[in-house]
């Protein structure tokens, strides 16, 4: 079977646990937190959702920063959901539970952020270290950041 097939099929039966057991099965994986990424297809402009664990966590004046992991399991290719974030960065973040994404803004960790956020992603789950010794490109960090801006604008308006 190839990555992508395996990532598919994995990716299923961990949406499929997720459902049946209303989120009380695998909303969080060891220490990691579980989410599901919202993006917006890059060619098609449709929305797509990602099942991904979440590594690192980093408090902020804004709230919560989510750092994800673009490994696709080692493979050489990187995974469609970073590419769709890389061309919209606005995308959308819920808990694997259910519930309504929150708005956020996505953008690729620079080679400062990745030396120091790699390590702490890796001593949460060391397969990280095993795929960016498998494949030939650097493992990109996303951090996702609460956008606020978009938040506020999605609030109704309360009238006095």
Same mark, same amino acid.
Request: proline share 6%.
């Given at each position: 079977?190839s990555?992508?097939?395996?990532?598919?099929?994995?990716?299923?039966?961990?949406?499929?646990?997720?459902?049946?057991?209303?989120?009380?099965?695998?909303?969080?994986?060891?220490?990691?937190?579980?989410?599901?990424?919202?993006?917006?297809?890059?060619?098609?402009?449709?929305?797509?959702?990602?099942?991904?664990?979440?590594?690192?966590?980093e408090?902020?004046?804004?709230?919560?920063?989510?750092?994800?992991v673009?490994? /696709?399991?080692?493979? *050489?290719?990187?995974? #469609?959901?970073?590419?769709? %974030?890389?061309?919209?960065?606005?995308? =959308?973040? &819920? +808990?694997?539970?259910?519930?309504?994404?929150?708005?956020?803004?996505? /953008?690729?960790?620079? *080679?400062?952020e990745? #030396?120091?956020?790699?390590? %702490?992603?890796?001593?949460a789950?060391? =397969?990280? &270290? +095993?795929?960016?010794?498998?494949?030939?490109?650097v493992?990109?960090?996303?951090?996702?950041?609460?956008?606020?801006?978009?938040?506020?604008?999605?609030?109704?308006?309360?009238?006095?």
């Amino acid at each position: 079977m190839s990555n992508r097939l395996a990532m598919l099929a994995m990716t299923g039966l961990h949406r499929a646990v997720l459902t049946l057991t209303g989120g009380r099965v695998g909303s969080r994986l060891g220490r990691m937190r579980v989410i599901e990424l919202i993006t917006r297809g890059r060619r098609s402009g449709v929305e797509r959702r990602a099942i991904l664990t979440v590594p690192v966590v980093e408090s902020t004046e804004a709230g919560e920063t989510l750092v994800v992991v673009a490994s /696709r399991g080692g493979d *050489d290719l990187m995974p #469609a959901w970073y590419l769709n %974030l890389v061309a919209d960065p606005r995308v =959308g973040v &819920a +808990a694997a539970r259910g519930g309504e994404p929150a708005p956020y803004l996505a /953008r690729t960790a620079t *080679d400062a952020e990745r #030396a120091r956020l790699w390590p %702490l992603a890796v001593r949460a789950y060391r =397969g990280y &270290a +095993a795929y960016q010794r498998k494949t030939r490109r650097v493992i990109p960090l996303v951090l996702l950041e609460p956008d606020s801006r978009r938040a506020t604008e999605a609030r109704p308006a309360t009238s006095t």
